[in-house]
């Protein structure tokens, strides 16, 4: 089964900018819609980008405009270009597909503090 690293985070200020990158182990190109999904202290994990094989992409309303996924499938990789982050944005960072059906990995801490 397809094994997912994300990577990327860190500690920024708001405003700042941060680039995720998931790398799978193996082929992601069979599959349709790969997402970026977060988990805040204390909620449950949410999807906030979705991109289809197509590179069709579609995002959750709080991150429309300062959020770019991507996907590269020669690298079997999916990226997160975060731009203008706000504390909201705080969490773990995760990647899957739309059906949440491959193993989640450990996922990338994004902290957004002044």
């Known amino acids: 089964q397809v094994q997912l690293v994300e990577s990327g985070g860190g500690l920024v200020q708001p405003g700042g900018s941060l680039r995720l990158s998931c790398a799978a182990s193996?082929?992601?190109?069979?599959?349709?819609?790969m997402r970026w999904y977060r988990q805040a202290p204390g909620k449950q994990r949410e999807w906030v980008a979705g991109i289809t094989r197509d590179t069709v992409t579609n995002y959750v309303d709080s991150v429309k405009g300062r959020f770019t996924i991507s996907r590269d499938n020669a690298k079997n990789t999916v990226y997160l270009q975060m731009n203008n982050l706000k504390p909201e944005d705080t969490g773990v960072y995760y990647c899957?597909?739309?059906?949440?059906?491959?193993?989640w990995g450990q996922g990338t801490q994004v902290t957004v503090s002044s």
């Open positions: 193996g082929s992601i190109f069979s599959i349709y819609i």
């Open positions: 899957n597909d739309h059906r949440e059906s491959l193993s």
